[in-house]
């Protein structure tokens, strides 16, 4: 079992940078490849970014690469999500996510999820 808590969400005004963690708990943290996700009102959860397990490799969705970068502390149990360029449309509940194979980026591939924090982007 692991638990995952989300912190650093907020309100930023457009084009501002903000960073994300995410604290895990409660089993080895680096048998875990880690995912950000994020829900927009009215829209289904999004995949933006994965790291995998050694924190030898990454994976964006198009609509965040160049933008966020997602990495690891394995020795703080801890996954970033460092956002800049931040646009209103980015605006949405940000969540964390383990998973237990590499390269995940489908949902349902994500074993355990943090209970997300929000990001609002002012224009």
């Known amino acids: 079992q692991v638990q995952l808590v989300e912190s650093g969400g907020g309100l930023v005004q457009a084009g501002g940078s903000l960073r994300l963690s995410c604290a895990a708990s409660?089993?080895?943290?680096?048998?875990?490849?880690m995912g950000w996700f994020r829900q927009a009102p009215g829209k289904e959860r999004e995949f933006l970014a994965t790291?995998?397990?050694?924190?030898?490799?990454?994976y964006y969705a198009d609509s965040v690469r160049g933008r966020f970068t997602i990495s690891r502390d394995n020795e703080k149990n801890t996954v970033y999500l460092q956002m800049s360029s931040l646009k209103p449309e980015d605006t949405a509940v940000y969540y964390c996510?383990?998973?237990?194979?590499?390269?995940?980026?489908?949902?349902?591939?994500?074993?355990?999820w943090g209970q997300g924090t929000q990001v609002t982007v002012s224009s």
């Open positions: 996510a383990a998973a237990r194979l590499n390269r995940a980026v489908a949902e349902n591939r994500y074993d355990y």
């Open positions: 790291i995998n397990k050694s924190a030898g490799g990454t």
């Open positions: 409660g089993a080895t943290f680096s048998s875990y490849a």
